[in-house]
């Protein structure tokens, strides 16, 4: 089994309507982030959560919001979607205690009509 | 902010050729990850590597932090490693906020 798993992988929604992509570990890691990825980019922090209670914006966070459940569990959430929003979307993993490895879900590819 | 650079953005070979990546980056960091994403879209960890020489198979990587660099060599390359190529850096000031350069494309011809 997968040990960072992304549900929806993909997703096709029209604008306005509010969408949740969830992200569930079995890791036992610590830190968990979101990240979105552009045609011909590399990937762009929206926002990472180093424990249950302490969650924190990225690089990109405007339109988004997040919710960690449990150290497991960490989701995010497009309140109105709008078509700039269309992208794939990673979910990935740490551990803590100062720079470690991450590591990443399959992807959860999304369009916005 | 830290700057991660990349080359060459696109690089195609023949199958059996040996290539040579470079990531080039502005600041001190923490750490630096290579990255395969495939043609599916999956990232894959390729090595956890702040300095020093890494080998994996046909794969090695080489970090020199001091001069801020570091290389991904592919050896007798095959179909399956095409995709796109990423190196991200955890900069000292980020607190685990890695950033991502561009890419490179690599297209193995067989």
């Known amino acids: 089994d997968a040990d960072v798993t992304q549900t929806p992988r993909n997703r096709i929604t029209k604008t306005g309507k509010r969408i949740m992509l969830e992200c569930s570990q079995t890791k036992g890691h610590d830190r968990m982030y979101w990240y979105r990825q552009d045609p011909g980019l590399g990937l762009r922090l929206i926002y990472y959560s180093f424990d249950v209670k302490d969650i924190n914006k990225g690089e990109i966070s405007d339109g988004y919001s997040v919710s960690r459940q449990a150290q497991a569990k960490f989701s995010l959430s497009l309140e109105s979607a709008i078509p700039n929003q269309t992208a794939l979307y990673f979910c990935?993993?740490?551990?803590?205690?100062?720079?470690?490895?991450?590591?990443f879900g399959p992807g959860t590819r999304l369009t916005v009509l | 902010g830290i700057q991660v650079e990349q080359s060459p953005p696109d690089l195609i070979l023949q199958e059996g050729a040996n290539s040579t990546l470079r990531c080039n980056f502005s600041?001190?960091?923490?750490?630096l990850q290579w990255f395969h994403q495939n043609p599916w879209g999956q990232l894959i960890n390729l090595f956890y590597?702040?300095?020093g020489t890494k080998q994996n198979g046909r794969l090695s990587a080489t970090t020199v932090a001091t001069e801020r660099y570091s290389l991904l060599y592919i050896s007798s390359s095959q179909t399956t490693d095409s995709g796109v190529y990423f190196c991200a850096v955890d900069p000292y000031s980020s607190a685990s906020k890695i950033i991502f350069g561009s890419g490179t494309r690599l297209s193995i011809r067989p």
């Open positions: 600041d001190s960091v923490n750490n």
């Open positions: 590597i702040p300095s």
């Open positions: 990935a993993t740490s551990t803590s205690g100062g720079p470690t490895e991450q590591f």
